[in-house]
């Protein structure tokens, strides 16, 4: 069964620390893997996208990293801002349209 | 750049009545998606188009759903009627280019069925 499991579900850090979420997979076939940030009561948006080949991707202070032979996936987040409290999504794509979505991580930073 | 716009944001109505929630897609993005999304399943993919034709309706819950996508800058998402357990957040996104690209999401239609 194609899942996508992220952890932790929930994470609480001090402004300025640095964080680790965890996305593993079983979406086969597997054609790229994004993560997206999603504000309370926004849509969510577009962190990075990473295809089979690649296994890093930078956006600023988030990292992604990606193991394809494991089937996992983790977003580093440097130097967390007040403003990164949010949700992180982890989506693989399976091909086509069949994009299978994590439950998210919610991350709160605390001042 | 305008993004992808939804409306209304909220959305409160009585069991049993029509709601018809609609998108209009960033400009030159040749797909369209809607999503619905819960507490409880997280985000799931309803239906989505390309060029404005249906591809694959296979996530629409019921036959109470239906989606349009008469032009380009326009789609609408409606249920009828509406039940209490289709209450959840539904979002549009648009992109190009359907594997390669990131899509664009809207701010959600928050929807209340009482």
């Known amino acids: 069964k194609n899942q996508v499991e992220q952890s932790p579900q929930s994470l609480i850090i001090l402004e300025g620390k640095n964080c680790t979420l965890q996305?593993?997979?079983?979406?086969?076939?597997?054609?790229?893997l994004r993560w997206y940030k999603q504000d309370t009561g926004r849509g969510p948006v577009s962190l990075t996208i990473?295809?089979?080949?690649?296994n890093t991707k930078s956006n600023g202070r988030y990292t992604a990293t990606l193991d394809a032979d494991t089937k996992q996936s983790s977003l580093h987040i440097t130097a967390s801002q007040l403003s990164d409290s949010a949700s992180y999504i982890c989506?693989?794509?399976?091909?086509?349209?069949?994009?299978?979505f994590g439950t998210g991580t919610r991350l709160k930073v605390l001042a | 750049d305008a993004g992808v716009i939804q409306s209304p944001r909220h959305e409160v109505t009585e069991m049993g009545q029509e709601v018809t929630l609609r998108c209009k897609p960033i400009?030159?993005?040749?797909?369209l998606f809607w999503y619905r999304q819960t507490m409880m399943r997280g985000l799931e993919l309803l239906i989505y188009?390309?060029?404005?034709?249906?591809?694959?309706d296979s996530g629409m819950p019921e036959d109470r759903f239906s989606a349009k996508m008469p032009n380009a800058s326009f789609s609408t998402l409606k249920i009828q009627p509406s039940e209490p357990r289709d209450s959840a957040v539904y979002f549009c996104?648009?992109?190009?280019?359907?594997?390669?690209?990131?899509?664009?999401f809207g701010d959600g239609t928050r929807l209340s069925i009482l």
């Open positions: 996104a648009s992109s190009l280019r359907l594997l390669k690209k990131a899509q664009h």
């Open positions: 996305c593993n997979y079983t979406v086969s076939p597997f054609s790229n």
């Open positions: 990473m295809t089979f080949s690649e």
């Open positions: 989506v693989v794509n399976g091909g086509t349209y069949k994009y299978i």
């Open positions: 400009s030159g993005h040749d797909y």
């Open positions: 188009f390309n060029n404005n034709v249906p591809i694959d």
